[in-house]
Antibody, heavy 120, light 110 residues
Framework: QVQLVESGGGVVQPGRSLRLSCAAS????????IHWVRQAPGKGLEWVAV????????FYADSVKGRFTISRDNSKNTLYLQMDSLRAEDTAVYFC?????????????WGQGTLVTVSS | QTVVTQEPSFSVSPGGTVTLTCGLS?????????PSWYQQTPGQAPRTLIH???TRSSGVPDRFSGSILGNKGALTITGAQADDDGDYYC??????????FGGGTKLTVL
């Protein structure tokens, strides 16, 4: 069955960096786009970024553009999110989620999420 | 900036039918936006109910259905049950790689 497992969350000071990972199994990873979606405490879902199946095209929400970088290693079935210049408002649970296609339409399968807390 | 709109809250009686909608601050929702619907209960990851307007995700009961109603995407729950209580989010694909979630609808079954 499709599984997505996020890791790498934790507490980090404002202005510092953190890298999240998402390990995928149960499907042909290299055939699907993958999203990052986050949810701040008590708030709704916010789309963060997506990377298409071959890693060539990447798209970002305005709120993270220039600070976050999405990437993937299809040989390791793993997705990454490099988060730089972190701010308090980046505090959230971060979910990776598989697109329904090789490209960017909204996701179907979701991971359980990893919590990132940006605080001094 | 495009905003995806949802009703903030809705209430339905057990066994009843409810339709939640997903609109755009400007323009009409069509199948080209791949409207998708997600259910979330406290402390849990979102669960996909519907994607691509009306395709039910694996394991989702057929009392959940998706459609386009007028100029909005719609999720209809027929025969609501107590465990349908929770938050429901829609997402739309705006093109150029960008997706946007609505603010969510808190559904109460009572």
């Amino acid at each position: 069955q499709v599984q997505l497992v996020e890791s790498g969350g934790g507490v980090v000071q404002p202005g510092r960096s953190l890298r999240l990972s998402c390990a995928a199994s149960g499907f042909t990873f290299s055939s699907f786009g993958i999203h990052w979606v986050r949810q701040a405490p008590g708030k709704g879902l916010e789309w963060v970024a997506v990377i298409q199946y071959d890693g060539r095209s990447k798209f970002y929400a305005d709120s993270v553009k220039g600070r976050f970088t999405i990437s993937r290693d299809n040989s390791k079935n793993t997705l990454y999110l490099q988060m730089d210049s972190l701010r308090a408002e980046d505090t959230a649970v971060y979910f990776c989620a598989r697109s329904i296609s090789p490209w960017a339409p909204p996701p179907d399968y979701w991971g359980q999420g990893t919590l990132v807390t940006v605080s001094s | 900036q495009t905003v995806v709109t949802q009703e903030p809250s809705f209430s339905v009686s057990p066994g009843g039918t409810v339709t939640l909608t997903c609109g755009l601050s400007s323009g009409s929702v069509s199948t080209s936006y791949y409207p998708s619907w997600y259910q979330q209960t406290p402390g849990q990851a979102p669960r996909t109910l519907i994607h691509s307007t009306s395709t039910r995700s694996s394991g989702v009961p057929d009392r959940f259905s998706g459609s386009i109603l007028g100029n909005k995407g719609a999720l209809t729950i027929t025969g609501a049950q107590a465990d349908d209580d929770g938050d429901y989010y829609c997402a739309l694909y705006l093109g150029s790689g960008i997706s946007v979630f609505g603010g969510g609808t808190k559904l109460t079954v009572l």
